[in-house]
Structures are given as C-alpha cells and as structure tokens.
C-alpha cells in the first residue's frame, strides 16, 4: 500500500500562489507516476498535472499550462504543485494521486489522498 497526505491548501486572492505539497510513504517502490487532481464543488475530479518516476515528464491540463509547475523530490517521496496566477475557477479540492501508470486519467491512480482546498478569491 502506499500512503500519500497533501499539504499547503488554503485561500489566496485572484493572482497570487501557493504551493502544494504531497508525502508519499509506504511502498513507493511501487509508484511509477503521480499526478494532481481537483474538484470543484458539483463538477466532476479533473485532471490538473502528471509527473513521471524520474521527473523527465510532465502533462498539465490546458486550463494550468504556464501557470502551474508539478515537480518531486524522489528523496523525499515528495511531490509538488507550484500554483501562480490563481483564478477563482481554480478553486476546489485538490487531489494528489500515485499509480503505477502515467497519463491523466483518474482510474490510472489507485492511491489518493485526503485532498486539500484550496481558495481563490476574487
């Protein structure tokens, strides 16, 4: 199994930032790929941004491309969501997943976190 807990949500005004955090722990041996996702109150979990084992690839939704930034730290087991030029449309909870898979669907990632929300205020 593996274990993953996001930090670093909360409320930013229109144009700021913030950065999102997930620890993986467990086996992540296991991990090929993790990815970010988020929902948005009655909307469906979208894809936001993917990253492979070793960081050499990345895929971002159209909506983010420019303004969000997903990296790692493979000694760390960390991944990170770099958020700049925050919209309220980027508002929702925010997902960090891992599986064994890279791509941009959901059912890709068997491993979820709590999520966390994250605010942007017009």
């Known amino acids: 199994q593996v274990q993953l807990v996001e930090s670093g949500g909360g409320l930013v005004q229109a144009g700021g930032s913030l950065r999102l955090s997930c620890a993986a722990s467990g086996r992540t041996f296991s991990i090929f790929a993790m990815g970010w996702f988020r929902q948005a109150p009655g909307k469906e979990r979208e894809f936001v941004a993917a990253i492979s084992r070793s960081g050499g690839n990345t895929l971002y939704a159209d909506s983010v491309k420019g303004r969000f930034t997903i990296s790692k730290d493979n000694a760390k087991n960390t991944v990170y969501l770099q958020m700049n030029s925050l919209k309220p449309e980027d508002t929702a909870v925010y997902y960090c997943?891992?599986?064994?898979?890279?791509?941009?669907?959901?059912?890709?990632?068997?491993?979820w976190g709590q999520g966390t929300q994250v605010t942007v205020s017009s």
């Open positions: 997943a891992a599986g064994s898979l890279f791509g941009t669907r959901a059912t890709m990632y068997p491993y």
